[in-house]
């Protein structure tokens, strides 16, 4: 069994899952309103496609981090 983290562990790691969710939405919507702007088809699909498959797998992510082994 493992010995429970610190509280100081525990928040680095949060901080660090917040980062990530921040930096990896901003960068999935700028590439989505690029590819959007590139391909010129009239309607914003990238622009919401992008960001909704980042926080589907960052959900993922974090469940399967959480989750009991």
Do not use: E, H, R
Not at 32 to 59: A, E, Q
């Amino acid at each position: 069994m493992k010995a429970p983290k610190s509280n100081k562990a525990l928040l680095l790691s949060y901080l660090g899952f917040a980062f990530q969710l921040m930096a990896s939405l901003g960068l999935a919507t700028y590439i989505g309103w690029w590819l959007d702007k590139w391909i010129k088809s009239g309607m914003y699909l990238f622009i919401w496609l992008l960001p909704l498959v980042v926080v589907v797998g960052l959900i993922v992510k974090a469940v399967k981090d959480t989750s009991k082994k």
